[in-house]
């Protein structure tokens, strides 16, 4: 069964500064990845996924993360964080089950608290 | 274009009742997923339907079960409430035929007293 680790709950950053939320997984094939954000109160909100391809993904907000299958890992890296940023960050890997379809397994989330 | 609607937002009922959550998919999408995120924890998937059937279930008991609609909307059904049932149930929905990440709505809050 697949799993996502999360090591770090609770992340404070200054505002400005560079940013790398952790995330290692656990899938048996090549996984489908996800870094979603969530505000209080709020749903999911998709900031950037890795299917295949390129390692290095590209999402919104200035976000990026890389995939390194060696490492069984797919960290979310920001070079410089706005005030904006502070919320919870989840990193989820879809199990593929056929017919096009996959369920998301997450972690436990990192909650980001910004520093003005 | 309207996104994933869930209602209602807010919910509050007793240990016993029941309970039905509704859940309108993106327009152009034909599945629908389901999972609860209890407070300080990541959501955890309960089930996942299309073409009007359940597909894939999680780690949920029998009291949770759901319905697809032909218009592709969903409904989560919960018997027998317990007190730990108490979470924001969150609706998804993707289509199968793009590849492409699910969508998710703003999730409706339930409270059991």
């Known amino acids: 069964a697949q799993s996502v680790t999360q090591p770090d709950i609770h992340i404070t950053v200054s505002e400005g500064a560079s940013l790398e939320l952790r995330c290692n997984y656990s899938y048996g094939a090549t996984p489908y990845l996800f870094w979603y954000v969530q505000s209080p109160g709020q749903g999911l909100q998709l900031l950037l996924k890795y299917f295949s391809g390129d390692t290095l993904v590209q999402g919104i907000k200035g976000f990026e993360a890389e995939f390194k299958r060696s490492q069984s890992s797919f960290n979310l890296r920001k070079p410089s964080v706005h005030w904006s940023d502070a919320a919870e960050y989840f990193c989820?890997?879809?199990?593929?089950?056929?017919?096009?379809?996959?369920?998301?397994?997450f972690g436990k989330g990192t909650k980001l608290s910004v520093i003005p | 274009d309207a996104g994933v609607t869930q209602s209602p937002t807010h919910l509050i009922k007793t240990r016993g009742q029941q309970v039905t959550l509704r859940c309108s998919p993106k327009?152009?999408?034909?599945?629908v997923s389901w999972y609860q995120q209890a407070l300080g924890q990541g959501p955890q998937f309960i089930f996942q339907y299309y073409e009007e059937e359940e597909r894939q279930r999680g780690n949920f008991p029998d009291r949770f079960s759901g319905h697809q609609f032909p218009n592709y909307s969903s409904e989560l059904n919960v018997n027998a409430l317990l007190l730990g049932d108490s979470a924001l149930y969150l609706c998804a929905s993707s289509d199968r035929n793009s590849n492409q990440p699910q969508h998710f709505g703003d999730g409706t809050r339930l409270s059991i007293l």
């Open positions: 989820a890997v879809g199990a593929y089950s056929g017919a096009g379809s996959y369920q998301l397994t």
């Open positions: 327009s152009g999408h034909d599945t």
